[in-house]
């Protein structure tokens, strides 16, 4: 069989599930689609003419390497296709963005044929996506004499290929389609369980929100042809949780514009919005494809006589509606004036500045971000090339410094890293800053679209400046199905490929490794002044600052070694008083989110960085908190660690890098072992008083501040989704945090989780400390519900097992995890036994393994989003909420929350991750079991 029949047979299968032929990425299936082109008298031509034109995927794919020295060929004449004339061919290969497509354009602009080397030169001036082997070329030709590619690097270095291109419209009409009521998480845009389709644009676009949504947003279009869609969070927040590129792709697909008509379904430009805007995160990944987030403020407080806000019964600020967006409301966005107007333009609604700044309008106007990013270093390499200084085409980079002003954390590693600001300027919050980017993690359920947009934007190796990256399969570790088999090994390769360090062996050589990738990344961190990008909402490290982002930045980052943007405002936590000693750190997280919104009544964490002054506690303890700073809705975190604190946690870095490499995972370009320099350098640093651990200046200026009150902490603390409030805008969010007691120990519990990136081996001690406390005190432990246990890495396993603590949890479990015999179906159902699953996200990421529907479970995760861990059934909503290890560990073991006094016994005399605010030199009573 053909790889064209095999393509036919694919086209069938397709057909029944109302999907049209899957865009063609295979060289070899291009080449025979060409063929059947060449044939005039094949009965495929005509198909296969359509295929090549419109289906065939554009950048470094082996499709497009074959596509362009064919429209290479029907421009120099030596292959004559009717239907594709010279001119036309110029225009395909406009629309390659980079590559081989390049180097077709480079060799016949370069070429002897002066009409044909003029012609490719006026295509080559609309191109950003240029690497070093591009320009180098360029250069060569131009040091030879060369007049084209003098007039290349003149148009570049007036940035043509920006300046040339149309303005964006002064008015976009929009019609409102309002998702949901309440924060919007990237799960209803791109849910995790389709994690699997992503890289299939048409077929994961299916699953965004329901089919009966999607019918009512082509009917809005049909009756609007004039407007563009905006999709709404009601009373909420959009697009919270996660950067999820593969939401903003869905919203574009359904309600944005076609990014060129020979490149099947890649669409830009979607108009999303909120009542409370969109989360930060999300909000860039709308900025990769030039689209528009809306801060609608269309309801405020109720404000009473006394100038405070009217609260309800259950103490929340009453709302009142400013104006309305029902589904189906025609509005207004004047991009000249930068509001948002009625349809008619008479009523101001909304001041939408924060929306259309210089820099987002110049993202709208290309296209994306991606376009910006490649277009100004194209444009400084050509002004350089030529020894001009190169005019001031893009908007210049706000620089905002407050003399005689000290810096936060933050502020200091952006000035630490920045690239092309002025020199000597110190740049506070709000500055707009490019800066080097030294470690960035990929995940696997990400991974696929990473890789598309690192062939889309014609990279094929990782940028020098990277000191260290990572490509995980900790999001589809818990069952090798079909889908895991045909996805995981392909992506490895192409990443290996490209520089990374994968967690599984392309080759096979070494065990395959399903670590949780912020582990892992929390590793390989070696650095405090690092900048860390990784794509998943919870890459918050406890060295240096970690932003989670979208696949489309990751991507840029593995290729440029950069990214751009504003240094966010910063929040500083700090804590007194001193924690109880049955309590566990994980408390102290909850109660921070807890007595923030006490003290601020607002969520003063949102957008910024939560500067958290935690110093004793070691790099794995403090990363629960980073890890839960996502559900805060803060931008990122830094750690404030004592000296001492840091070294050991560097030093644990160092060998678990060590063991990676042990292992065979190092990468052929050395990059483990320049790691562990990397970190020898910083302690030695560190110790000689060189350059001490990161510190914010005594004089710096914060957004806010909160003070945790470790006093006040008295009892577990859940974080509870509250399916049933009356006021839908307050379920699922991560704002309502109760105390045990609330629960008054009648609580149903159906399963309990202890997993995710929120623990370590300190946890997973606890779950077997606490299997024999109930055994000495019982005799036996029984399970009322089932417990699932995941360790977020193998490491923690190995230590366990030597440690004696494996063998407790393997006397009861009723399961453990097989690596030479992994499970190949997700588990559908539960019996009330241990279950010993592999390390990764299992239920946390819920695309694979989930709870029964309708199931209340009490896990250790982060999530509580509806449908994540748990989906409703008919009868009744699914719960997840969310505690420490031994509240988990001790209600699967009950079948209900606990009795404070139930819950103190359980733990007396167990090792809790204990913390106490940071005192001049690091304390003696850190836990012992790390």
């Known amino acids: 069989m053909t790889f064209y029949t095999e393509y036919l047979t694919e086209i069938e299968t397709r057909k029944e599930q109302g999907l049209n032929p899957k865009p063609i990425d295979d060289g070899a299936l291009t080449e025979e689609v060409i063929g059947h082109i060449k044939d005039t008298n094949s009965p495929h031509r005509d198909d296969c003419l359509n295929f090549f034109i419109y289906n065939t995927l554009p950048g470094t794919t082996s499709a497009a390497g074959v596509k362009a020295r064919f429209l290479k060929q029907i421009v120099l004449g030596e292959v004559v296709v009717d239907e594709i004339t010279p001119a036309f ?53 131009y040091e030879a004499g060369n007049a084209i590619a003098a007039d290349l690097l003149q148009s570049y270095a007036n940035a043509e290929f920006f300046t040339k291109l ?104 979607p108009v999303v919005a909120g009542t409370n805007g969109i989360s930060p995160i999300f909000l860039t990944t709308v900025g990769v494809t030039g689209g ?22 259950d103490g929340n600020p009453v709302l009142e509606q400013r104006y309305s967006v029902e589904t189906g409301t025609v509005l207004t966005i ?30 709208m106007k290309a296209g994306g971000s991606y376009a910006i990013v490649f277009g100004m270093k194209l444009q400084t390499f050509a002004a350089e090339t030529l020894g001009i200084e190169a005019p001031a085409v893009f908007a210049p980079s706000k620089e905002i410094s407050h003399e005689g002003q000290g810096m936060t954390a933050v502020e200091k590693i952006f000035n630490a890293n920045s690239v092309g600001a002025t020199p000597g300027t110190v740049l506070h ?14 995940q696997d359920t990400t991974g696929p679209m990473t890789a598309q947009e690192l062939e889309a934007m014609a990279a094929t190796v990782l940028s020098p400046s990277v000191d260290g990256a990572y490509q995980s399969g900790c999001h589809t570790a818990s069952v090798w199905d079909a889908k895991a088999r045909a996805n995981t090994p392909k992506l490895m390769a192409f990443m290996n490929k490209f520089g990374l360090v994968t967690g599984r062996d392309p080759k096979g050589a070494y065990h395959a490794m399903t670590d949780v990738i912020h582990k892992v990344l929390n590793d390989i961190t070696v650095d405090d002044w690092a900048i860390i990008i990784g794509g998943d909402s919870h890459t918050r490290m406890s060295k240096g600052v970690a932003f989670g982002a979208d696949s489309g930045t990751v991507a840029l980052a593995l290729a440029t070694g950069e990214a751009s943007m504003p240094i966010p405002e910063s929040v500083k936590v700090t804590f007194k008083g001193k924690m109880a000693d049955h309590m566990d750190f994980r408390d102290v997280v909850h109660a921070t989110q807890a007595q923030m919104l006490a003290q601020h009544g607002d969520n003063v964490f949102q957008g910024r960085i939560i500067e958290v002054h935690i110093g004793t506690l070691l790099a794995d303890q403090a990363f629960t908190f980073t890890d839960w700073t996502a559900e805060m809705k803060a931008k990122a975190s830094i750690c404030i660690s004592n000296d001492e604190t840091l070294i050991e946690s560097l030093n644990i870095a160092k ?166 015999a992994p499970k190949v179906q997700a588990r559908t159902e539960y019996e009330n036994i241990l279950y010993l699953e592999r390390p990764g996200c299992n239920l946390c990421m819920g695309n ?83």
């Open 655 to 820: 060998s678990r890098i060590q063991i990676m490499i042990d292992k065979g995972m190092e990468h052929e370009n050395g990059m483990l072992a320049k790691l562990i320099d990397i970190a020898e350098r910083r302690i030695a640093d560190i110790k000689s008083g060189k350059k001490p651990a990161l510190t914010p200046d005594d004089n710096a200026k914060y957004a806010a501040e909160v003070v945790v009150d470790l006093d006040q902490i008295i009892e577990p603390m859940i974080a509870d989704p509250d399916v049933n409030n009356v006021d839908v805008s307050k379920r699922y969010t991560h704002d309502t945090i109760r105390p045990i007691s609330y629960y008054q120990a009648e609580k149903k519990v159906d399963l309990g989780f202890v997993g995710s990136c929120m623990v370590h081996k300190g946890d997973i001690k606890i779950v077997a400390q606490m299997l024999r406390n109930l055994e000495a005190q019982y005799g036996e432990v029984t399970f009322k519900a089932p417990l699932v246990v995941a360790a977020p890495t193998y490491n923690i396993i190995d230590e366990l097992k030597e440690e004696g603590d494996w063998a407790i949890l393997q006397k009861y479990c009723g399961f453990e995890f097989d690596d030479a």
């Open 429 to 442: 919050a709000g500055s707009d800053v490019r800066v080097r980017v030294n470690i960035v993690g990929s």
């Open 334 to 363: 004047n991009t000249k004036s930068k509001k948002l107007y009625s349809a008619d333009g008479k009523d101001e609604l909304v001041d939408m500045a924060g929306s259309f700044t210089p820099q987002k309008m110049e993202f």
């Open 848 to 930: 694979q393994e989930k709870a029964a529907k309708g199931d209340t479970v009490l896990a250790t995760s982060t999530r509580l989003f509806q449908g994540r861990v748990v989906a409703d059934s008919n009868t009744k909503k699914g719960e997840s909420l969310l505690g420490s290890t031994p509240v988990v560990v001790l209600s699967a073991i009950l079948g209900r929350t606990p009795t404070l006094e139930e819950y103190k016994v359980a733990v007396d005399g167990i090792n809790l991750t204990k913390f106490a605010p940071p005192l001049t030199k690091p304390l003696d009573s850190l836990s012992v079991h790390f």
């Open 89 to 141: 061919a110029f225009e395909l290969l406009g629309h390659m963005k980079g590559g081989p497509s390049v180097e077709v354009l480079l060799d016949l602009a370069l070429g002897t044929d002066e009409d044909i080397a003029k012609d490719a030169a006026d295509v080559l001036k609309t191109q950003v996506f240029l690497y070093e082997a591009d320009t180098d070329r360029i250069k060569d030709a």
């Open 166 to 269: 149309p303005d964006i419209d002064e008015e976009i009409k929009v019609v409102t389609y309002i998702a949901a009521e309440g924060d919007i998480s990237t799960d209803l845009l791109s849910p995790g369980n389709q994690a699997h389709s992503r890289a299939d644009r048409e077929l994961h676009g299916k699953c965004m929100m329901s089919e009966e949504a999607q019918k009512e947003i082509e009917a809005l279009k049909l009756k609007h042809p004039g407007a563009r869609v905006m999709l709404i969070a009601e009373k909420g927040t959009m697009g919270v949780g996660s950067s999820r590129m593969s939401g903003v792709n869905n919203v574009a697909l359904w309600t944005g514009k076609k990014a060129s008509p020979y490149v099947p379904f890649i669409n830009i430009a």
């Open 292 to 313: 528009i987030g809306v801060d609608l403020k269309n309801w405020v407080k109720k404000m009473g006589d006394d100038g405070k806000p009217i609260l309800n019964n």
